[in-house]
């Protein structure tokens, strides 16, 4: 059975997932059958865009490509934030960088270097995509740090968190920007191929699986403390390991897809790209979006998340540096991220 086929089989659990919570299943297999039918849904939002993608040209398919990446997980980190989950929000915000940094690019690693022996990369767009890395991080550290300071003014606090959110939000668009003006700019365009999809089927397909997605993010969120009370995980913990791989495990396939096919650049270019999005983009975004809801959501996270954050982007950009890569490499990256679930699963 391929890859594709599992998903699509995955999809039979959106609707047990909202009809269990009808009924009153149990709050834990709610949430696992939520979790699951996100898995595809969120693959039917990329394989959308992509199809568009073709329609509209490489370079606006980049750019829809970038802007719609982490659908999933903004759909969910909006439904907490309505729920006034925060810690649950910035956790996932954290988790997905860290699932993109280790995780993902230690697997893509560690399978084309199995595969494929040393594979090597454009050492210059690797060393731009590092650098964007690690600014991105610091972007996200600097407002906690300060925040001991700060905290005492919730005005000034809330409006530095602000302030910081619109300068990521730029610093994001002006790599969009550089994208359009440049070859080789850093959130590379989707390869092109021949349509399979009309633009109207792609169209549907995006507003059906968005649809969808929200419904099951109300459900999904809606048992997370439950779920917490019945197996004794921490908040914390879902939000930082599960909610990302449930949003993005698709994403995650197709950079270990290409990476095992040789195409290492572009396996680097989705998950160095995912990450960058998430911390420039939709973190800020959600800054705002929050406001909305009457629960402020600032950019303050704890000292595990940020000796977390600090420690990948340090690993990742490393890795990267010397435009070759090896399967020992991704074994290290991996090491790392087990290390580092390991901890937040023991965390008190």
């Known amino acids: 059975m391929t890859v594709k086929k599992i998903l699509y089989f995955l999809l ?45 040209g490489p ?80 972007a996200l550290m600097i407002p906690s740090l300060f925040d001991v300071a700060i905290a005492p003014d919730t005005i000034a606090e809330t409006r530095f968190s602000e302030s910081v959110a619109v300068v990521m939000i730029i610093i994001y668009g002006l790599s969009v920007l550089y994208t359009f003006r440049e070859k080789d700019g850093p959130l590379e365009a989707v390869p092109a191929h021949a349509a399979r999809w009309s633009v109207r089927r792609s169209l549907i397909t995006l507003a059906g699986a968005t649809v969808a997605i929200a419904i099951l993010s109300e459900v999904l969120v809606g048992a997370v403390e439950p779920v917490v009370e019945a197996l004794g995980l921490t908040e914390f913990f879902i939000g930082i390991i599960i909610i990302p791989l449930v949003g993005n495990v ?72 010397d435009g070759e890569s090896n399967w020992l490499e991704g074994a290290q990256l991996l090491a790392v991220y087990l290390i580092i679930g390991l901890a937040f699963f023991f965390l008190p």
């Open 12 to 56: 039979i659990f959106a609707p047990v997932a909202f009809v269990g919570r009808l009924v009153g299943m149990s709050p834990v297999l709610v949430f696992v059958f939520a979790a699951l039918g996100v898995i595809p849904l969120a693959d039917l939002i990329g394989e959308a865009t992509e199809e568009l993608s073709t329609h509209t």
């Open 59 to 138: 370079r606006l398919g980049g750019l829809l490509n970038a802007t719609l990446g982490n659908a999933a997980e903004l759909i969910i980190t909006i439904f907490a934030i309505r729920e006034g989950l925060l810690d649950l929000v910035l956790a996932s915000i954290t988790g997905s960088i860290l699932g993109n940094l280790l995780l993902v690019l230690g697997l893509s690693i560690l399978a084309g270097g199995l595969k494929n022996g040393v594979q090597t990369f454009d050492r210059r767009q690797a060393a731009l995509n590092s650098t964007m890395v690690v600014l991105a991080v610091i």
């Open 250 to 321: 698709a994403e995650h396939l197709v950079a270990v897809e290409v990476a095992i096919k040789n195409k290492m650049e572009l396996s680097l270019s989705v998950s160095l790209g995912s990450s960058l999005q998430v911390a420039l983009f939709v973190a800020p975004l959600l800054v705002f979006i929050s406001l909305l809801f009457g629960h402020q959501l600032l950019l303050v996270f704890n000292t595990f998340e940020l000796i977390a954050l600090f420690a990948a982007s340090l690993v990742a950009s490393l890795v990267a540096l």
